[in-house]
């Protein structure tokens, strides 16, 4: 019962959206609203990296890179430029795909480490680039962001909206928007996964030997969710920065890019919902641990290393294998 | 439980006793210093002597009878020197903690990175970061401590200029505060009619700036040299400026004006000038100085309890929280509006840095002449302005 429920993809979606639902009840505090809204976010970059490394098996060391040029370049759009913001996030993710395209093209022939290696690079690359540029992205010092801005409508964290006679605070806002975003993005991703791309891919992840044999064009398929992948990190920087109201280039540098990898691999690689989780424990992970100070990094390698010894399939898929389990033999006692 | 109300009801009044305030049950509430800092990570050299001083200073003022008889709070997070999760623990501060005023941020990126949400929430900070985009454009929450690095470039090129220099060469690092400092200097040289005529800079893992110093050596017209750095990037630079045997007058950034620069730098640093906190010279401050005794009391107070050298980072914190202070007792409340006003209203605060005077238009309120002119004579500081 509760396993064809789980492997049902749409009642997933629903019962993430009634977690959505019901979690402000337990939301003690503006902050907590700030720090559910930045996991939304993250998440939902974290479902489009799953594509790529849970489905089609490829490495991506440098998805921060993608992830920081989109929020630079709503920061610069919309702050220096002064464009509105959803035409700045739409137009930088399709910048951003396309270079990830051009970039994904020849890497993709690449396989294993080298692949890996080639992404680390790119990721090196645009980091440098955003370090540099002084007179475009601020430098080291970073940039403010303008917030995010719907048909004239400014979401600020910091604002009071009425609507219908309701009254809801900025975070409230944000927290509603950014949910709505992450059920898009694992909606689409769903979807994604069970067309005949994501069988396509899937096949690539199995062998790709065997997936050219039978007609699939694996460079194809490879570099497309490559794009996918690329065109989410961008859209989520694009949203980060709007909510951050500030960036650095830490966005786009390489402890970032290994942070989305470590939420894939923890929550669990191929499971849509456990890459959520995977990122849901490593954002809140510092703040649970913040009052430890010395031994937060201590604590936090070794609730990492615990979890990859003896939850090595990720914490969901091992959570939902156990249980399940639990209710087979029950289910089997009674018959 | 029981003990904590004991506690608190001895504390309450020994304080009544002393008859410094009328205790309301709204007024034992302690005040609530928030801190983000950087005390470990890459710019823990500046983030531990800070987070030191606060807690030493916090637990002073607590034991002669707090702040408008109230307890002071010491709130700090570790932001590990990153920019995001600094403005998550000041937004945790603020919304969850509650803080009534912020001191904290030990860089620009740090700083600048909480700015935005201290401003719409409308909180006190106080920075301890030096660029001078921190409060140039004035915003109306947020002070700073440190003088800026336009000031350091000012003073350095104030000297020159006394010593009959106009055209100089300028090294400097291409992180933040290098980069940062170089802007300055070009913006400050224009303004004073000086000439920058060799303009190089290194990346911060370079070892070797032979090159560089090479080309500013060849550069015709050069007679000093400016190294505007942070880290050892600037040791490096000045050990290869006495390899090269260059003898013109050579001049740092207040960036490396501590003791672990001169002991890096070894005998090479012989000569060079630059803009430091007294802090570095106590005990050559003239005795009519008014900074001498505040600088003298912090650095043995400091080397007491920690039982480690002070450095001048930690002073940023030492004047962040007490001009916090005095800006609540001058308020009288911890209303953030008045704490605010108070503080932008602080004339003649003597601190370790300088002697402070803000207005509306300056949330700094150092000047450039806080910065002593030091000059490293024999390996050890030598005030000379």
């Known amino acids: 019962m509760l396993n064809t429920f789980m492997q049902s993809r749409l009642r997933g979606l629903i019962v993430l959206a009634l977690i959505l639902i019901i979690l402000p009840a337990f939301l003690g505090n503006p902050f907590h609203y700030e720090l559910v809204t930045q996991m939304a976010i993250i998440a939902a970059t974290v479902v489009g990296l799953n594509l790529l490394v849970g489905f089609a098996g490829q490495i991506s060391l440098g998805h921060a890179g993608f992830f920081g040029l989109g929020a ?12 509105p913001s959803v035409p700045a996030l739409v137009v930088g993710a399709i910048v951003v795909g396309f270079i990830a395209w051009i970039v994904g ?36 010092d970073g940039m403010p962001v303008p917030a995010f801005e719907i048909f004239g409508w400014e979401l600020s964290a910091f604002g009071r909206y009425s609507l219908f006679g309701i009254t809801i605070e900025g975070f409230q806002a944000w927290y509603i928007f950014a949910s709505v975003v992450l059920l898009v993005a694992v909606w689409f991703a769903l979807n994604l996964i069970e067309s005949p791309i994501g069988r396509a891919l899937r096949s690539v992840h199995g062998s790709e030997v065997a997936a050219s044999v039978v007609g699939v064009n694996t460079a194809k398929y490879k570099s497309l969710v490559f794009v996918i992948s690329a065109i989410y990190a961008s859209l989520m920087g694009s949203l980060y ?43 809140l992970l510092p703040q649970v641990l913040a009052d430890f100070q010395e031994l937060e990094h201590v604590m936090f390698g070794l609730i990492l290393m615990l979890t990859m010894i003896f939850m090595p399939k990720g914490l969901l ?18 018959a | 439980m029981f003990k904590t109300v004991i506690r608190r009801a001895g504390k309450c009044a020994a304080v009544a006793a002393a008859g410094l305030m009328m205790m309301s049950a709204q007024a034992a509430e302690p005040i609530k210093i928030g801190s983000f800092l950087s005390v470990t990570g890459p710019a823990s050299f500046l983030g531990d002597p800070e987070l030191k001083t606060l807690e030493m200073y916090v637990e002073k003022i607590n034991e002669e009878g707090g702040v408008l008889g109230r307890q002071l709070e010491l709130i700090h997070y570790d932001d590990v020197g990153n920019a995001s999760s600094a403005r998550n623990f000041a937004s945790r501060l603020i919304r969850s903690d509650q803080v009534d005023i912020i001191v904290g941020g030990s860089t620009t990126g740090a700083t600048m990175a909480a700015v935005p949400l201290i401003e719409q929430a409308e909180v006190p900070f106080i920075s301890l970061a030096g660029a001078v985009v921190i409060t140039n454009p004035v915003k109306k929450w947020v002070f700073k401590t440190p003088q800026t690095d336009r000031m350091a470039a000012e003073r350095i090129l104030t000297d020159m200029k006394d010593r009959g220099i106009t055209k100089f060469g300028l090294i400097s690092g291409t992180g933040g505060f290098g980069s940062s400092g170089r802007t300055q200097t ?31 050596r060849n550069t015709s017209g050069v007679e000093a040299v400016l190294n505007f750095g942070f880290g050892q990037g600037p040791a490096i630079v000045t050990r290869n400026y006495a390899q090269l045997g260059m003898e013109l007058p050579f001049y740092q950034s ?74 609540m007792e001058e308020a009288g409340s911890t209303d953030p509006e008045a704490v605010r006003n108070a503080l932008e209203n602080i004339q003649g605060y003597v601190g370790v840095t300088g002697v402070f005077n803000m207005s509306p238009e300056d949330h700094n309120g150092l000047d450039p002449e806080s910065f002593r002119i030091l000059e490293v004579q024999n390996g050890e500081w030598k005030l000379i302005d």
Do not use: C
Not at chain 1, 317 to 334: N, Q
Not at chain 2, 297 to 302: H, Q, S, T, V
């Open chain 1, 72 to 83: 630079y370049f709503t920061g610069i759009a919309t702050g220096t430029y002064g464009w």
């Open chain 1, 105 to 140: 093209r020849p890497i993709l022939r690449l396989k294993g480490h080298y692949l890996s290696m080639a992404t680390l690079a790119v990721g090196f690359i645009i980091a440098i680039i955003l370090n540099n540029e002084r007179a475009l992205t601020g430098g080291p």
């Open chain 1, 241 to 283: 920065a709007h909510f951050q109201g500030f960036i650095t280039p830490a966005v786009a540098s390489f402890e970032f890019s290994i942070l989305f990898i470590t939420m894939v691999v923890l929550g669990g690689m191929g499971s849509t919902f456990g890459v959520i989780l995977g990122a849901v424990v490593l954002k």
């Open chain 1, 317 to 334: 898929p091992t959570l939902t294998a156990f249980v399940s389990k639990k209710m087979r033999k029950k289910a089997g006692g009674e």
């Open chain 2, 186 to 216: 070009l913006e400050v040289a224009e303004a004073m009619g000086m000439e920058v005529v060799a303009d190089v800079t290194y990346s911060g893992s370079d070892t070797d700036m032979t090159a560089q110093l090479t080309n500013i």
């Open chain 2, 254 to 327: 207040h960036g490396v004006a501590s003791d672990s620069f001169l002991e890096l730098a070894g005998s090479a640093a012989n000569g060079l000038r630059l803009p430091a906190s007294p802090l570095l010279v106590p005990d050559s401050l003239p005795d009519d100085d008014p900074q001498k005794e505040v600088v003298q009391n912090y650095k043995a107070e400091y080397e007491a309890r920690w039982d480690s050298k002070v450095s001048t980072f930690g002073a940023y914190a030492y004047d962040g929280l007490m001009l916090a202070v005095r800006a």
